[in-house]
């Protein structure tokens, strides 16, 4: 984090303060105006492209409207009185970059003192800063820029001779971590199967359709596992020598990537010991670390039970991965009691034209789960109720237990069901859980003698004709029969149960009653 003062004081020439903030800033977004990307409180928006006055005029309502604070505009616009009396309106600090200047070059240096500025502590800043050493060694050595980046595809450093980057390359960065759609192309390519492969470098030449230009790659391997890679942008391939001196580069870079992961891992054990804790009642500082509340607790589950792994530690990667892509930096993510969870914080009392919620609330997860969906996969989220406090967090976990299994077993339907949707579900589910521990005698148990001696699914009949308001048509639909052979089966079912049937009471206790049973 660093104040947008010292960051544009150390640009000087490049950047100037037109409306200045006491604002801080940990992150720098590419605006997309046609995406809804427009950054979390915290970003420096960067308005590439956004040239159009009255355009500058409604991203900073919108920025301002999001929290955002602070935005970079060509000096040409954000000199217009229009757009400084805009920025003034909405409480957003307005910067101007000199209408010379590059923006690939201007965001490369922006990552560099963000990235060096991030108050890391003891042996992980000296791994990055000696990556970021290490890079710019490299890039002397082909003479072109360099990205680091994990076998995740996100950029753990970079040379800092960037001025001739194509935009995959500058989206990388600002991102931290390879676009989706990059990495789409270069599976299909094949490049990511190679890396696995092989620690042997090799030059990837730019192709028509491709969104990168001309790479050479040099996989980093250690022990015969592909820990990351080496990303040098260059027109052709290396002299024999350079090359020999990149892969010797690779093997301190392999080091580097160990340690940094054991460090990683232990961190995310901590956060989510400490997440856990708190999920279980057991926290006492949940308001130093978590977002300003209120929160839900989300069980992270499957449509399809079948489809789970049953590894919680696999799910939860997948889980982050998922959300990580989707401008998620941090999940909060843990497990509990082999199952996984998120915490994100709760929009829904936020008025309903509030649609451009940032990552990690439930709005945005519901965004995400409709993409999820789309694409075909049975994942859902099952979110408990909303945690005001900390001491509502066990309550919230406990809900969204529920909900989840409601939603593997089919009961509640849809990608993102809160507990507010599940009720009428959960409410029989719960009388039915507690009808199963007694030995209550019921008319039913004639009906299970008949099923069970004689296979007449006099059961799953009466279940679907309660369930169908007596509808003879619609109960024998859902159980694939004709209305004739239903009408016949209740009328045996009438002889044998001993039960008034037109009472409303009777039907609903017989319906709980078959729920317990299974139907």
């Not at 040239?51 to 954000?78: E, H, N, P």
């Not at 016949?488 to 049937?501: F, Q, S, V």
């Amino acid at each position: 984090m660093i104040s947008l003062a010292d960051l544009t004081r150390s640009l000087d020439g490049l950047l100037r303060l037109v409306v200045p903030r006491a604002v801080s800033i940990d992150d720098i977004t590419l605006v997309e105006l046609d995406r809804d990307v427009l950054g979390v409180p915290g970003d420096l928006a960067l308005g590439v492209g956004v040239d159009d006055i009255g355009r500058a005029v409604r991203l900073i309502a919108d920025l301002g409207g999001r929290g955002v604070g602070a935005l970079v505009l060509r000096a040409s616009c954000a000199a217009e009185p229009t757009v400084v009396a805009a920025a003034h309106t909405h409480r957003v600090a307005l910067v101007e970059l000199a209408d010379n200047a590059s923006w690939a070059h201007v965001v490369w240096l922006l990552r560099g003192l963000l990235d060096r500025s991030m108050g890391q502590s003891g042996s992980s800043l000296i791994a990055s800063d000696e990556l970021f050493s290490i890079a710019d060694a490299a890039a002397g050595l082909v003479g072109g820029a360099i990205t680091i980046e994990d076998s995740l595809s996100r950029v753990l450093a970079y040379s800092s001779r960037q001025e001739s980057s194509d935009p995959a390359r500058v989206s990388t960065i600002v991102g931290r971590r390879v676009p989706d759609h990059v990495i789409s192309h270069l599976r299909a390519r094949g490049v990511f199967r190679r890396m696995t492969a092989s620690p042997q470098p090799f030059f990837l030449a730019a192709a028509p359709d491709s969104p990168v230009g001309a790479r050479f790659v040099i996989p980093v391997h250690a022990g015969g596992e592909w820990l990351g890679s080496l990303w040098a942008l260059v027109d052709e391939p290396p002299a024999p020598d350079t090359i020999a001196e990149l892969e010797r580069t690779a093997a301190v870079v392999a080091l580097h990537l160990l340690q940094l992961r054991s460090q990683a891992d232990l961190a995310r054990r901590v956060a989510m010991d400490r997440l856990r804790q708190a999920l279980i009642g057991q926290a006492v500082d949940v308001d130093a670390w978590l977002p300003p509340g209120p929160w839900r607790v989300v069980a992270l589950t499957t449509k399809d039970a079948a489809a789970e792994h049953p590894d919680v530690a696999r799910r939860l990667d997948a889980w982050e991965a998922i959300f990580r892509r989707r401008s998620w930096p941090q999940p909060r993510l843990v497990d509990v009691a082999d199952q996984a969870f998120a915490v994100i914080r709760d929009d829904t009392a936020a008025p309903v034209t509030h649609l451009k919620s940032p990552p990690g609330t439930w709005t945005w997860l519901c965004r995400v789960m409709e993409q999820v969906a789309a694409d075909g996969s049975p994942l859902a989220v099952a979110a408990g109720g909303t945690a005001h406090s900390a001491s509502d967090l066990p309550v919230s976990l406990a809900q969204a237990r529920e909900v989840g299994e409601m939603v593997r077993s089919g009961r509640v339907s849809g990608a993102a069901p809160r507990i507010e949707d599940a009720w009428v579900a959960l409410t029989t589910q719960r009388a039915a859980e507690a009808l199963r521990s007694n030995d209550l005698p019921t008319p039913l148990d004639a009906l299970a003698t008949s099923d069970a001696s004689h296979a007449t699914a006099y059961l799953s009949t009466l279940a679907a004709w309660l369930d169908h308001r007596g509808s003879a048509g619609d109960a024998a639909e859902a159980l694939g029969i004709h209305p004739n052979t239903l009408r016949y089966r209740m009328g045996n079912i009438t002889t044998i149960l001993d039960a008034d049937l037109p009472d409303p009471d009777t039907r609903l206790a017989l319906r709980l009653q078959l729920l317990a049973v299974g139907h």
